[in-house]
Structure formats: structure tokens, C-alpha cells
């Protein structure tokens, strides 16, 4: 077998932590796992579980986007918490816990009375509980919070009707935590070991903060100076209020961090959304005016469909690094290019340009419709650390442009962004798998698809298909991963069996009709 083709360097592609759900009696699904890979398809009927299953993968994500790496931790974004990612906010319960704690006011003491040179470690039991403290936190409240808002419903009415109790395991590359309903809320019953290996060691610092962080092997060190370990005044007043900080922060990095910067989802029927989104928004924006003046009353929305249309509102004016791929693939389907520019009341207004004309989006057609978010969105948002979740990217789509889209995914793949999508198409599928197999092509065989750049290519290990598969047992669907070879790519045997269904009907009208016998 040939060695699997990889981009050239500077692509910006990642290789985030690995990042899995496994959930059971969730919403219309008895059981399932999935892992996220550079490309993650979701394939199966109508009402399977698809979008309650991308939704559930947003809400994880939200937890650990702006996490970073614990060799990318810079810690003097700890100083302006709300100006930075959620990551960045002080852990009130854990960092206030650790402060008071006996054990930590004997550590601080030790860090006080190191010389330059000496080093010290965290104790293990004040890492475990910080961890479990942190966990927790995150978890139990702001996640259980994340859930509610983005489904737009409570804990108890996601759980599968008639089924055993809803049961949730999330893991984030070591840290793994199993999650289950108590009362209105969730709660951790299983945590990780927490075992890491953390240290203080004081060392003669050129940079102007005072302190570093050091990787090596299982250990985390972090390096501080002379004059911010010990003694009294200053540095007394930071080993004693901010080091619980500092620690906070660097458990949070190794327990949270999934390598990803944001997460963006596209829901589906955005055609009907995008048409109806100015007065929408308009709507809600008169109405906050009136909040603890007048009784307000909105429709409700689900989180998904209010971050789909406050990103919308918030568009960054600035072109983004994906601003030429995605300009290319736009004027490929579209022929013309999507704009927006901020109006009153901080409204962006959408409209189709093409050549010098320009129409707002109600006058264009559905493809415009629904693929102006997704151009606007990798323009303008998009970076080569997140993941885009993406409904029915097929939708309102000529099977031509489905092949572009394909090709669009490949492209988004090969230069960083991660991409998730629930799909009906078995030619979107087909095409993917056709990327798969042009892994195994050498480039003299490349070279003569003169419509292939050198970057439209998959490697199988990139892509992971999921299928939802009916239970007639637990009247409700189960996930099951779909075999990929790169041979032949990935299997249609889900597709297949509906195009043997198809067929056999088709032949019953043909001898009915005595058009064969």
C-alpha cells in the first residue's frame, strides 16, 4: 500500500485532543459514540438524531474552545478575564477553595522560602481536588447550562421517552468524565485519574511578567522569579492571591483544552432563516429595550438558531485567512459574491452582488439564500483552528454544485479547518469518497486530472462516518460507525439499501405494465 499522502507544511492544519461523546437514551437515540476526526459525517433518515447529535457536540466544544495547550498557556491574559475567552474567567469556587485550604497556605509558605535554583512540587492531593473542583464547575454547571440553552429545553425532556436513564461520556484527550441526570441538573459520577505532575521552581527570569511555564515529559513546571516567590510585600501578595490563579489556569489548559479555537454551526433550513433574519433580529433588538420596563414577549429560539443569527449580526468587517478560498468556491456556485454591511441597531443587511447590481437576499434564489452564511462565515469568522458544524450542506443544491461542495469541504479540510456534517446526499458522500481514494494517486496520476489541485485529497484516518440505524427492540436509532477503505472509500451499503428498494418497486411497475415479463 502506498504511504499515505499529508499537506505540504504551513497549511495550518491542527491535530487537536482527541474528542469523543458517548451518550445513551439521549433524545431519539438508544446509544452511541462519536469521535471527532478532520472530516465527521453523520448519515441516516429523517428524525434519527443527526442534529440532536451535532447540537450535543457544540455543547462540549463550547466548554473547550479558547483553551489553549498547556505550551501555549499565556498567563498574563489572566488579568483582563472578560476580555478573552470564558477560558481565561476566574474559577470563583475552585480558586477560592484552593486559597483557603490549609495544605495550599503550607505550599504558599514553601514557594515563600525557595532560592533560585529550588523547586518544589504541587501536592498531589491539593492537584486532585482542584481538578475535581474544576471539572465540576464546568460540567455540572456551565455545560448542564450550555445543554439547556442550546436545545431550548430542559435536561429531563432530552432524555429518550420510555428509555433508562440519559447517560453522557465526554472525553477531551486524557480527561474523560462520565455525566448523569440528578434532579434538573447532571452530575458527574466518574472522573479522571488527575494525576499530573505539577511544580514550582524558582529561576532567574529575563521576561517582564516574572514567570514562565516549562513542559517536559509528565511534568508541568512553572518557573517563577526570584522576586515573585518569597519574601513579603508584593511577592508575598502574588504567591498568596494570584498563584491560585496561576495553578487554576494551568489545570484548565490540561484538563480542557481540545485545540480548537471556535466552533460554528450552520443549522438547517437557513434559506428560510437567512430571508426572515433582519426582521428577526430587528424584533428582538426593539424588544431587549423594553427589559424590566414593560412584560416581553418573544417566540422562543433555540440557542442554536440565536448564535447562528447574533454571528450573523456581528460579522467581522475584516477579511479572514480563509478569504480567497472561499471567495473562489463563491463565485464558482454563485457566479457573484455575498456582502453584508452593519445598519441600525447593529443589523448586518445581507445582499447578492453580481457585477455591479446588487439584491437583498429575499429577491435571490435558495441557493443564494442558503449558501450566503456559510461564504459569509469563512470569509469573514472562520480561522484554521475551528470546527464548523454544518446541516445538510447539500440543501437547495443542484447535484453539480454538490460536487463543489464536496470539494469545498476537501479544501477547508486540507487547509486547517475541521469540519462536521449531517447529510442525505449519497453524492456528496460519493465524492468524498472519491477524495479518499485520490490519496492512494501519485502525482504523475494526479497530474493527469488536470481538474484536481494537488491538495483535493483525504487520507481515510481523516474521516469518520457515522450511521443511525433504527432499534425496532427500543423503538429508537443507534450509531454505528461506517467501514472506509482506501481502496474504495466509504461504504454505501446505507444508501444502497434504499436504491435497492427503489429498484425492486420500479420493476413491479414494469411487469405490471408488461413492459417486462
Known amino acids: 500500500m502506498r504511504e499515505k499522502r ?53 455543547a462540549v466544544l463550547s466548554q473547550t474552545t479558547g483553551a489553549p495547550p498547556i505550551d501555549r498557556l499565556d498567563i498574563r491574559r489572566m488579568g483582563h478575564p472578560f476580555r478573552f475567552s470564558p477560558f481565561f474567567r476566574p474559577s470563583i469556587t475552585a480558586t477560592g477553595s484552593l486559597a483557603r485550604s490549609n495544605m495550599y497556605i503550607d505550599f504558599i509558605k514553601k514557594v515563600q522560602n525557595l532560592e533560585v535554583g529550588d523547586c518544589c512540587d504541587v501536592p498531589k492531593t491539593l492537584v486532585k481536588d482542584l481538578g475535581r473542583l474544576i471539572l465540576r464547575e464546568v460540567f455540572e454547571g456551565h455545560f448542564k447550562d450550555e445543554v439547556v440553552r442550546i436545545f431550548g429545553a430542559k435536561m429531563t425532556e432530552l432524555q429518550r421517552i420510555n428509555g433508562e436513564a440519559l447517560e453522557l461520556k465526554i472525553r477531551i484527550g486524557s480527561t474523560d468524565v462520565t455525566l448523569k441526570p440528578e434532579g434538573k441538573g447532571l452530575k458527574i459520577i466518574t472522573f479522571p485519574k488527575l494525576d499530573h505532575r505539577l511544580r514550582i521552581r524558582v529561576d532567574v527570569l529575563k521576561r517582564p511578567e516574572g514567570y514562565n511555564i516549562e513542559v517536559e515529559d509528565d511534568t508541568i513546571t512553572i518557573v517563577l522569579s526570584k522576586d515573585l516567590s518569597g519574601g513579603g510585600g508584593e511577592s508575598s501578595h502574588f504567591s498568596r492571591l494570584l498563584m491560585p490563579r496561576v495553578i487554576e489556569l494551568v489545570m484548565k489548559s490540561l484538563l480542557l483544552s481540545s485545540g480548537y479555537t471556535d466552533c460554528y454551526y450552520l443549522p438547517a433550513a437557513r434559506s428560510g432563516m437567512m430571508q426572515a433574519h433582519k426582521v428577526v433580529s430587528a424584533a428582538i433588538m426593539k424588544t431587549a429595550g423594553l427589559g424590566g420596563i414593560d412584560e416581553i414577549r418573544i417566540p422562543q429560539l433555540s440557542g442554536i438558531v440565536v448564535d447562528f443569527l447574533t454571528q450573523l449580526n456581528n460579522l467581522d468587517p475584516d477579511r479572514g485567512p480563509l478569504y480567497r478560498i472561499a471567495s473562489s468556491f463563491e463565485k464558482e456556485v454563485l457566479g457573484g459574491q455575498v ?121 481515510k484516518d481523516e474521516v469518520s462516518v457515522s ?37 425492486s418497486k420500479r420493476l413491479r411497475i414494469e411487469r405490471e405494465l408488461g413492459i417486462i415479463q
Do not use: W
Open 467 to 503: 450511521a443511525f440505524e433504527y432499534v425496532d427492540d427500543a423503538s429508537a436509532y443507534r450509531i454505528k460507525p461506517v467501514k472506509i477503505h482506501a481502496e474504495s472509500g466509504i461504504s454505501q451499503e446505507e444508501f444502497m439499501r434504499i436504491h435497492r428498494l427503489l429498484y
Open 339 to 459: 456582502k453584508f454591511r452593519t445598519v441600525d441597531d447593529y443589523i448586518s443587511k445581507i445582499e447578492y452582488h453580481l457585477g455591479k447590481s446588487h439584491m437583498p437576499l429575499h429577491r435571490t434564489s435558495s441557493t443564494v439564500s442558503e449558501l450566503a452564511p456559510l461564504f459569509l462565515f469563512l470569509k469573514h469568522e472562520v480561522s484554521r483552528r475551528s470546527l464548523l458544524i454544518i446541516e445538510e450542506p447539500e440543501a437547495h443544491l443542484h447535484p453539480a454544485n454538490q460536487e463543489i461542495m464536496a470539494r469545498l469541504i476537501v479544501r477547508l479540510v486540507r487547509n486547517g479547518v475541521h469540519v462536521m456534517i449531517t447529510t442525505h446526499s449519497d453524492l456528496l458522500l460519493r465524492r468524498i469518497s472519491d477524495f479518499i481514494l485520490l490519496s492512494e494517486a501519485e502525482d504523475q496520476q494526479r497530474s493527469r486530472l488536470s481538474e484536481y489541485d494537488e491538495d483535493d485529497f483525504l487520507n
Open 6 to 58: 499529508v499537506p505540504k507544511p504551513g497549511k495550518g492544519t491542527i491535530k487537536p485532543k482527541d474528542v469523543a461523546v458517548e451518550f445513551s437514551n439521549f433524545g431519539p437515540v438508544v446509544s452511541g459514540e462519536i469521535a471527532l476526526r478532520p472530516l465527521t459525517i453523520l448519515i441516516g433518515p429523517n428524525n434519527c438524531g443527526k442534529s440532536y447529535t451535532a447540537m450535543l457536540m457544540k
